[in-house]
Antibody, heavy 122, light 107 residues
Framework: QLQLQESGPGLVKPSETLSLTCTVS??????????WGWIRQPPGKGLEWIGS???????YYNPSLKSRVTISIDTSKNQFSLKLSSVTAADTAVYYC??????????????WGQGTLVTVSS | DIQMTQSPSSVSASVGDRVIITCRAS??????LAWYQQKPGKAPKLLIY???SLQSGVPSRFSGSGSGTDFTLTISSLQPEDFAIYYC?????????FGQGTRLDIK
């Protein structure tokens, strides 16, 4: 059974870079031609798609965050990562990693990681 | 960006009730729509994809319909474990966006 687990600092200072990693277990990140994505949810609010990466490295970003976001993949470690630069309090959220349900497209997300809360504060 | 608007924002219902949640897209999205269920402190769970396809393992009391701009999620007979927040999500184009959520509470 495929499982995803987010990891990274729970507290980031304003103007710094948020860095998170998603470790995939129960399957290879490079098999099946899937996209792997990041979605976030501010406390008490709705869901926002941040971006997705194909196993080959092609990326798709939300234009609202594109200037600050980098998503990368490390198939040797079965991990993919998120970097969000110049963070502010508005970036405080639970960050989820997820795999797309279907091969070769970015459509709908399943499964998801459990999520990790990142707070931006000095 | 395509805006997804859900209604109602919240609804109260009883076990055994039939509940319908609607989602409207700001432009046509064919059948590129998914529904998720989220319980407190948990990640969203995919229920329905492609507007009406039931995700594996999801009870058959959940169903989805619609195409174009108007979609519905129906829960035919509410069970205690169904009280949660429900989100729609389009996959027609980038950026992918979600509805604001519908909170389903126990009456």
């Amino acid at each position: 059974q495929l499982q995803l687990q987010e990891s990274g600092p729970g507290l980031v200072k304003p103007s710094e870079t948020l860095s998170l990693t998603c470790t995939v277990s129960g399957g290879s990140i490079s098999s099946g031609s899937y996209h792997w994505g990041w979605i976030r949810q501010p406390p008490g609010k709705g869901l926002e798609w941040i971006g997705s990466i194909y196993y080959s490295g092609s990326t798709y970003y939300n234009p609202s965050l594109k200037s600050r976001v980098t998503i990368s993949i490390d198939t040797s470690k079965n991990q993919f990562s998120l970097k969000l630069s110049s963070v502010t309090a508005a970036d405080t959220a639970v960050y989820y990693c997820a795999r797309d349900r279907d091969h070769g497209v970015v459509r709908w997300f399943d499964p998801w990681g459990q999520g990790t809360l990142v707070t931006v504060s000095s | 960006d395509i805006q997804m608007t859900q209604s109602p924002s919240s609804v109260s219902a009883s076990v055994g009730d039939r509940v319908i949640i609607t989602c409207r897209a700001s432009q046509g999205i064919s059948s590129w729509l998914a529904w998720y269920q989220q319980k407190p402190g948990k990640a969203p769970k995919l229920l329905i994809y492609a507007a009406s396809s039931l995700q594996s393992g999801v009870p058959s009391r959940f169903s989805g319909s619609g195409s174009g701009t108007d979609f519905t999620l129906t829960i035919s007979s509410l069970q205690p474990e169904d009280f949660a927040i429900y989100y729609c999500q389009h996959a027609n184009s980038f950026p992918i966006t979600f509805g604001q959520g519908t909170r389903l509470d126990i009456k």
